[in-house]
């Protein structure tokens, strides 16, 4: 198949790419040649256009037609409006990716489905999410784009701590400071390594069967917080960290910044059926447990000193915040 991607260098979009070469795919990076940690692979086209800009675009793609488009990069209901636009008529399969952020919150059960209602009065990222869902799907039932729509939830590779501070709350833990942990620790959270994600969501495309469809892509694997952080602990070589619990509402108020997504995704306990995936994609499943990638992590922030960014701003508010919470204790 011949494949544009429109991005190609983040967490999930390079696993993407790199599986879909492997399959002997021809593939298309269409991005503003932005220096990432991530350099495009070698193998791939790479055509240098911002594609908030449809006129560079047009002028860098001429007439090509592609069986696949995958934008990486849309987060609004305006940016797909702009790729229905671009390429309508000139692929056979449009795939957005969306968020699992976007499933009612809190849900009403579990575990989510994709029949799950989409819904999130916290986070403006989710509900931009849903409103783009929203256009793309009227377009596929009025005029018949082809879209796909992939509901990733917290997907990581070897450089994104999953923790709420990154690697601040990795350097508290070896200074032996006490850590921030949102509630009562036992919330569950799903993360899948981006190489695990890659396998579903390229067998996904170029089937008919996908098209205007949507599909939950994560790893069957749940962890509750505590747990999470006692992982990353033990890889960084803190076989007993100082977990201090503070209720989510709490945290969001003292640190706005953090708030959204705190009580709009991982304050809520998550479990995901992934049987829709699988019917299409027999072969999907994961290998890398969290324990075994959270000392990926570990490795590659150990390696270079320069990657070990402690957030000063963000550290005083944890310290205000557990001070806060001990004096009322």
Known sequence: MNILCIGGTGVISTAVVDRTLAQGHSVTILNRGSSSERPPASRAEVVTADIRRPSEVRAALGDRTFDVVVDFVAFTSE??????????????????????????????????????????????????????EDVLVTEYRERGFPVTIVRPSHTYDHTKIALT????????????????????????????????????????????????????????????????????AEAAGVPEPELVHVASETIAAAIPDIGPQLLGDKSHSVIFDNSKVKALVPDFFCTTPFVHGAREILAWYDADPRRQEVDPELDAQFDKVIAAARSHG
């Open 165 to 232: 501070g990154g690697w601040t709350d990795i350097a508290r833990m070896r200074a032996g400071r006490p850590v921030l942990v949102h509630g009562d620790g036992t919330s569950l959270w799903t993360l899948t390594h981006s190489t695990d994600f890659a396998k579903a969501f390229v067998g996904l495309l170029g089937l008919p069967q996908a098209i205007g469809d949507s599909f939950t892509i994560t790893s069957d694997e749940f962890l509750p917080w505590n747990r999470i952080y006692q992982i990353f």
């Open 79 to 132: 940016h797909v409006a702009t790729d229905i636009e671009l390429f309508s008529g000139r692929t056979g399969q449009y795939v957005f990716i969306s968020s699992a952020s976007a499933y009612q919150k809190p849900p009403a059960s579990l575990p989510i489905r994709e029949s799950t209602p989409l819904r999130n009065p916290y986070w403006e990222y989710s509900r931009e999410k849903i409103a783009a």
